[in-house]
């Protein structure tokens, strides 16, 4: 029985390496992702146009202009000399923020007096724009307690921020260990889809259906070759992770990969369900796309599940990438405690055994 699977498992990946567009599904993700990802997935502004229209022309003014020029998410600061340059800066997205001054502005300064700078954004850049105005509002926060120093007068509190686990803010930290779980995915479901598909596109499905394998075994011989392509790929990642971008490993790698395992084999009964429905290579490809987006976009690597509505969080407790986003990042960046890696690990296991079973119960069906 043994020998068999073990024929299985390698046919599968010699198909994989012999196979030119298998090979360079495989691979190219990997070096894009790595190379790319870090740099340009990334949710901090930067390199962005400040408009500045100052109705005032005093010295705090121009000081307080002086520090939005050097802050680091603007890279160009455009001066306006009328109310109807405002407009147009904004309509034709020549700037994300726009400052108007007020006429009196340096006077009330002088004397002590609250005075209000209009903050105007583009709304088609909400996002970016609300990062951006954080750095504004962190500036002229910055100047108002110096104000307060030179005026023998100390701040009614001061805010003083401490970043645990990424105590740079580098978002290299953030995107690299997530890339773990993302590549994983992608290679796991493809290989797992497409490789049954393949067999129905060169007429080798029917041989399967007359060999002595069972179904369990073709499952077997189908599992282990996604398993190894995606074990080795997050390997590459996480060495790339360490000695590229040095970041620092704080958990047990052990750990990780046990984890890995049951993340793996929960995404490898979600594509034999895929291509247990398709036909063709090209109908597993969509296949597996159509079920990477909502996995993606839902797992909290994009935008927090809290956010989400109530109802849809209870729905993605089905997602695997959701619970394996929180282990990879917490066993990488902070050494999670073992108890709150049980916690998102056991979900992983109900799947792999609900996916499993459906696939091995579908696979059942069509060679019987």
């Given at each position: 029985m043994y020998s068999r699977i073990i024929t299985l498992i390698i046919k599968e990946l010699q198909m994989l390496w012999v196979d030119r567009s298998s090979r360079m599904i495989l691979i190219m993700p990997v070096i894009l992702q790595l190379g790319l990802f870090p740099f340009a997935a990334t949710l901090e502004v930067t390199h962005n146009t400040l408009a500045v229209y100052n109705a005032d022309k005093g010295a705090q003014s121009l000081e307080l202009i002086k520090r939005f020029s050097k802050a680091q998410a603007f890279n160009e600061l455009i001066p306006l000399y009328s109310e109807g340059?405002?407009?147009?800066?904004?309509?034709?997205?020549?700037?994300?923020?726009?400052?108007?001054?007020?006429?009196?502005?340096?006077?009330?300064?002088e004397i002590g007096q609250p005075i209000k700078i209009q903050a105007l954004l583009d709304g088609r850049r909400s996002n970016s724009g609300q990062i951006a105005l954080g750095y504004v509002q962190q500036i002229l926060q910055n100047y108002n307690n110096e104000r307060l120093t030179?005026?023998?007068?100390?701040?009614?509190?001061?805010?003083?921020?401490?970043?645990?686990?990424?105590?740079?803010?580098?978002?290299?930290?953030?995107?690299?260990?997530?890339?773990?779980?993302?590549?994983?995915?992608?290679?796991t479901l493809i290989v797992t889809a497409l490789s049954v598909a393949r067999e129905r596109e060169q007429g080798t499905f029917d041989q399967l259906l007359v060999s002595p394998l069972t179904p369990g075994m073709i499952m077997i011989g189908k599992a282990v070759p996604a398993m190894i392509v995606a074990m080795s790929q997050a390997t590459i990642i996480l060495l790339?992770?360490?000695?590229?971008?040095?970041?620092?490993?704080?958990?047990?790698?052990?750990?990780?990969?046990?984890?890995?395992?049951?993340?793996?084999?929960?995404?490898?009964?979600?594509?034999?369900?895929?291509?247990?429905?398709?036909?063709?290579?090209?109908?597993a490809f969509l296949g597996v796309f159509s079920f990477m987006m909502p996995t993606v976009l839902l797992s909290g690597?994009?935008?927090?599940?809290?956010?989400?509505?109530?109802?849809?969080?209870?729905?993605?407790?089905?997602?695997?990438?959701?619970?394996f986003i929180v282990i990879v990042k917490g066993i990488f960046l902070k050494d999670m405690d073992h108890l709150l890696v049980l916690g998102n690990l056991w979900p992983l296991w109900v799947i792999a055994i609900g996916t499993l079973s459906l696939a091995n119960w579908k696979f059942r069906q069509q060679l019987s």
């Open positions: 340059d405002i407009q147009d800066v904004i309509d034709n997205q020549k700037a994300l923020i726009v400052l108007r001054f007020p006429s009196d502005f340096s006077r009330y300064i030179e005026q023998q007068r100390h701040p009614p509190s001061v805010l003083i921020t401490r970043h645990w686990f990424n105590p740079n803010l580098d978002y290299v930290r953030h995107i690299v260990p997530g890339l773990v779980a993302i590549i994983t995915t992608v290679s790339a992770g360490i000695f590229v971008y040095h970041i620092p490993f704080m958990g047990s790698l052990a750990l990780l990969y046990l984890c890995m395992v049951f993340y793996i084999m929960a995404l490898i009964g979600f594509g034999l369900l895929i291509a247990s429905i398709c036909a063709t290579q090209q109908q690597f994009v935008s927090p599940v809290e956010n989400m509505p109530r109802w849809l969080q209870y729905l993605d407790w089905l997602n695997p990438l959701r619970h």
